[in-house]
């Protein structure tokens, strides 16, 4: 037998020493994992459930597409929850009933998510002050200017916009397909293009980088770039879903979106890892928080602290499995 191209005791010695962040440990666990959930709650599987699994994971999926280009580059985005909170209220607050504003306001967040994200890289092109420290102030600072524009849920979104965005069939949905359709774009960027080779250098040795002519802040600026358009693709979704914008939208993003990229796989050193193993990230989070979810309905529990407790497992778990072995 073969699974995924390993023969039985390479697929052990894999799972027990990953090469290079490879992303096939986390499809083989996720695929195991699927049988005990499947026993345990047969109605995981039923097409209705499965249907609102992929819708779920598609905020989930995107931000970890950006956070995915961001860590590969040696960064990290803190601040990636408080952006799609502003872009929520900046689509709630601004849009009408108006195709054309509709248009123009979508076109708008879509450029205040390049925006943020540039505003990024650029701190850290000019300031010497480490990603995770940088990202958290300007997480503050789009925090606040979200409350400044709406303390509480609110604003106005059309029914029209909502229908667009979250409209389903089945298994088949709008925003699953949305989710594909990027994922393919930025496999492509990453695996097909220059910029995605300069990526990985990035991350694994800048300074081999610039010794090839490449200036490495450009790289970084533009993966903080991606990172903020996902943001805003989220934001409006979001938007569209809850047919509202909330400084709090984005709140539980940051965290979930690092777990999903450092659990499939890539390092938080960057230059290892990939989006294939975010994909697998990404479903894996979302099926735990549907099975958490049918679990506390059915015994009358809160499932959100079950949540946040095995989230924060998954992470330390994943960054110990994936440390770097001599």
């Given at each position: 037998m073969n699974t995924f191209g390993l023969s039985p005791g390479k697929l052990l010695q894999e799972l027990h020493n990953p090469r290079r962040h490879s992303a096939k440990t986390i499809w083989v666990l996720l695929v195991l994992l699927l049988v005990p959930i499947i026993i345990v709650i047969p109605e995981f599987v039923r097409p209705a459930n499965l249907a609102n699994v992929l819708q779920q994971m598609v905020p989930l999926g995107l931000i970890a597409i950006g956070q995915t280009f961001v860590i590969l580059g040696g960064g990290i985005d803190m601040s990636v929850g408080s952006q799609i909170s502003l872009v929520s209220l900046v689509a709630s607050t601004l849009m009408t009933d108006s195709p054309v504003n509709i248009l123009a306001v979508v076109l708008l967040c879509l450029v205040c998510g390049a925006i943020f994200g540039f505003l990024n890289g650029v701190i850290l092109k000019y300031f010497p002050i480490p990603p995770l420290i940088a990202t958290l102030c300007t997480g503050y600072l789009f925090q606040g200017l979200a409350f400044a524009l709406h303390k509480t849920s609110g604003g106005y979104i059309p029914s029209v916009f909502k229908q667009m965005l979250t409209a389903s069939w089945g298994l088949i949905s709008v925003p699953f397909t949305v989710y594909l359709v990027i994922f393919a774009i930025a496999w492509y960027g990453l695996y097909r293009t220059r910029f995605g080779r300069y990526v990985y250098a990035l991350?694994?040795?800048?300074?081999?980088?610039?010794?090839?002519?490449?200036?490495?802040?450009?790289?970084?600026?533009?993966?903080?770039?991606?990172?903020?358009?996902?943001?805003?693709?989220?934001?409006?979704?979001?938007?569209?879903?809850?047919?509202?914008?909330?400084?709090?939208?984005?709140?539980?993003?940051?965290?979930?979106?690092?777990?999903?990229?450092?659990?499939?796989?890539?390092?938080?050193?960057?230059?290892?890892?990939?989006?294939?193993?975010?994909?697998?990230?990404?479903?894996?989070?979302?099926?735990?928080?549907?099975?958490?979810?049918?679990?506390?309905?059915?015994?009358?529990?809160?499932?959100?602290?079950?949540?946040?407790?095995?989230?924060?497992v998954i992470l330390i778990a994943a960054m110990l499995f994936y440390r770097k072995r001599e």
């Open positions: 991350g694994g040795n800048a300074e081999v980088l610039e010794k090839s002519g490449i200036a490495p802040h450009r790289v970084k600026i533009l993966t903080y770039l991606v990172s903020g358009l996902m943001c805003a693709v989220v934001g409006l979704y979001l938007a569209a879903r809850l047919r509202s914008g909330s400084a709090r939208y984005g709140d539980d993003y940051t965290l979930l979106s690092i777990t999903a990229t450092v659990v499939g796989g890539t390092s938080m050193a960057g230059g290892l890892g990939g989006l294939p193993g975010t994909f697998a990230g990404t479903i894996l989070i979302s099926m735990l928080t549907n099975v958490l979810n049918n679990i506390a309905f059915r015994y009358n529990l809160q499932s959100s602290y079950y949540n946040d407790i095995i989230t924060g």
